[in-house]
């Protein structure tokens, strides 16, 4: 295990809210990166890395895991980049750029960042390989209660996951790290808040790793783009939730069941397709508009066309699958993933002892399910805008996605 600080040292964008007005004033709370380190009696590594960050892109993992894999001889499929979804991190590459009034200057501070912070990934991985020692996984499941789905005008009663995921890592007969997953956007604090924070997964990392001296506690975010904590909004509200999120897991940790076996690990990019773009001429008429995410769009979506000659017709996703033995299925999804990919997975394979993750490797925009692309809304594809993309997905995307998990699902048994 490592963790290292990757707290921006000068003010930079916050990415999340289109809503702010300013970039960051100050630190309520670090942000971290922390990297788990496993290696398997055939002596195969797999490298976990949580971030408090919104996401990475698609340009910054393919950085960093050649960088790793030159480095540290782990390959892409053994190497997962997972985000907590912070909406007080900072904005990293060319992420969410339409949202915000940005100048050159700032541009230039937040790739700047972004190269610094691609070097800490990378060191940390390398900390964590360096610190590997005998070890026994022990792995379980408990929940929580704070997320609810935020879909009210479409499905008033709106399915959420409320499992948390569990792995935990001892050392000598003591607990080292703990690995666990809550499928809820990491929104507690809104565009008010103007100073750096993890957030409640932030607040519970802490927390446990206060409790219990010598443990380091690593968050991902499961499959909850469209699942909000409540209530929201205050500092109040997020060390309510982080706490209780900290005591769910503590008090899981004692009974925990040992896992053996080998790790098997497989990745794949499937493209999912776009509904058809806007022509040329009417993505012109949009550049007036008063709605100035719109008109900033539109004039990048024109950028992008004179610079490659056209408009990108599909997204790649990158999907990963991770086992542990016969006792865990780590299954990690770029893109802010809808709570229907973890209900699905967990129905369709109860034998595999699915283990959900968002937010990995790309967060490229959101990952809606046939249902929701249905409904329509901002997870359905108008959040899109603010990524960057021309536009909505269209209806096979979760048809496409399954038919490659459950290939990949089938490889790694």
Avoid at 244 to 261: E, K, Q, S, Y
Wanted: net charge neutral.
């Amino acid at each position: 295990m490592a963790t290292v600080d990757i707290t921006p040292k000068t003010s930079l964008w916050m990415a999340g809210f289109a809503a702010r007005t300013q970039p960051a004033q100050g630190t309520s709370q670090p942000l971290h990166a922390k990297a788990l380190a496993i290696e398997d009696v055939r002596g195969r590594r797999l490298v976990v890395v949580t971030l408090d960050l919104l996401g990475v892109t698609g340009p910054m993992a393919d950085r960093i895991s050649t960088a790793v894999r030159a480095r540290y001889k782990v390959p892409r499929e053994r190497l997962l980049l997972a985000s907590s979804h912070t909406h007080s991190g900072p904005v990293v590459d060319t992420q969410l750029l339409v949202a915000y009034d940005v100048t050159p200057q700032q541009i230039a501070d937040i790739e700047a960042y972004t190269g610094w912070l691609e070097g800490q990934i990378v060191d940390v991985v390398g900390a964590a390989l360096k610190g590997l020692a005998p070890a026994t996984l022990h792995a379980g499941e408990t929940t929580a209660g704070f997320a609810a789905n935020r879909r009210v005008q479409y499905t008033p009663d709106g399915p959420v996951d409320h499992r948390v995921p569990l792995l935990r890592v001892d050392i000598g007969g003591a607990p080292k790290a703990i690995l666990f997953s809550y499928a809820c956007h990491n929104t507690t604090l809104q565009a008010s808040n103007v100073e750096w924070h993890g957030d409640y997964a932030g607040v519970a990392q802490a927390a446990i790793e206060a409790a219990q001296p010598g443990l380091t506690a690593l968050f991902m975010t499961g499959c909850g783009a469209d699942a909000n904590p409540k209530p929201r909004g205050t500092f109040a509200d997020v060390e309510q939730h982080g706490r209780a999120l900290a005591r769910a897991v503590t008090d899981a940790m004692t009974g925990l069941a040992p896992i053996a076996g080998d790790t098997r690990a497989a990745i794949e990019f499937v493209d999912l397709p776009f509904e058809k773009a806007l022509t040329p001429d009417e993505w012109k008429t949009r550049f007036g508009l008063a709605d100035p995410y719109v008109a900033r769009h539109a004039r990048l979506m024109e950028t992008v066309k004179a610079r490659d000659g056209k408009l990108p017709t599909s997204q790649p996703i990158p999907l990963q699958v991770w086992r542990f033995g016969k006792a865990v299925t780590l299954v990690a999804l770029g893109g802010e993933v809808v709570v229907d990919y973890a209900l699905r997975l967990r129905r369709e394979h109860p034998d595999d002892h699915v283990w959900p993750v968002g937010y990995a490797n790309d967060v490229f925009g959101y990952v809606p399910s046939k249902r929701v692309l249905t409904e329509g809304g901002y997870e359905g594809g108008g959040a899109l805008l603010y990524y960057g993309r021309p536009g909505p997905f269209d209806a096979t995307v979760e048809d496409r996605i399954f038919t490659t998990l459950e290939r990949l699902l089938k490889e790694t048994r």
